[in-house]
Nanobody, 124 residues
Framework: VQLVESGGGSVPVGGSLRLSCAAS????????MAWFRQAPGKEREWVGS???????WYAGSVRDRFTISKDNGKATLFLEMNSLKVEDTAMYYC???????????????????WGQGTQVTVSS
């Protein structure tokens, strides 16, 4: 499975961005997907997940601001980010796994496949 993120950039506080993650090498509709992020000097943080049936879960820090969606026909995962804060600054990674593991709680088993990441910078 190959995952390629895009859409990162620099935005002011309160701005919006839409990240995309193009997948190949697997039947996309059979994949469970997730977004993670990692800020400099901090541990990787789960942002949210979308199960292959479309059900979604979010970390408390992004709930009501971020929306995960996917287009099975285009084999693409999306992360719509609104009301961005300085603390949202991080490298954002999409991840995929044929087995759904939630990823928002312990015990944590990393997804099988990861993208290379796209940088999001929010400035005040």
């Amino acid at each position: 499975v190959q995952l390629v993120e895009s859409g990162g950039g620099s935005v002011p506080v309160g701005g919006s961005l839409r990240l995309s993650c193009a997948a190949s090498g697997y039947t996309f509709s059979q994949l469970n997907m997730a977004w993670f992020r990692q800020a400099p000097g901090k541990e990787r943080e789960w942002v949210g997940s979308i199960r292959r049936d479309g059900a979604t879960w979010y970390a408390g820090s992004v709930r009501d601001r971020f929306t995960i969606s996917k287009d099975n026909g285009k084999a693409t995962l999306f992360l719509e980010m609104n009301s961005l804060k300085v603390e949202d600054t991080a490298m954002y990674y999409c991840a995929a796994d044929p087995v759904f593991r939630g990823w928002g709680s312990q015990p944590f088993t990393p997804p099988a496949y990861w993208g290379q990441g796209t940088q999001v910078t929010v400035s005040s």
